[in-house]
């Protein structure tokens, strides 16, 4: 079963970047189609972008698309999501998810059903 662990969260004000990494340990993450998601609390999980195994297939957020990447490096093990532009409401916790099963459609990639979760990093965007 994989691992994840997410980093490269912090504190930027509006306009300004921040890039995020998951490390994936225990199972290669070249088997995992991967997916990024952001929660507030009191709020559902909300679906970011999600990339297939081997970066062929991206799918993105209306809210997000034209500021965030998502990319994956299979040989380091990593899956990052490289964020521009950031705006207060982009304030969140996000996570990193791994599933083994292919997601054809944004709507499969950004529904937050999949099997394996990381922690958590915390993103705060002050304006």
């Known amino acids: 079963q994989v691992q994840l662990a997410e980093s490269g969260g912090g504190s930027v004000r509006a306009g300004g970047s921040l890039r995020l990494s998951c490390a994936a340990s225990r199972n290669p993450l070249s088997r995992y189609f991967m997916g990024w998601f952001r929660q507030t609390p009191g709020q559902e999980r909300e679906g970011v972008a999600g990339i297939s195994s081997r970066g062929t297939y991206t799918f993105y957020a209306d809210s997000v698309r034209g500021r965030f990447t998502v990319s994956r490096d299979n040989a380091a093990n990593t899956l990052y999501l490289q964020m521009d532009n950031l705006q207060p409401w982009d304030t969140a916790r996000y996570f990193c998810?791994?599933?083994?099963?292919?997601?054809?459609?944004?709507?499969?990639?950004?529904?937050?059903?999949?099997?394996?979760w990381g922690q958590g990093t915390q993103v705060t965007v002050s304006s």
């Open positions: 998810a791994a599933s083994f099963t292919h997601r054809a459609t944004a709507t499969e990639a950004l529904r937050p059903d999949y099997p394996h």
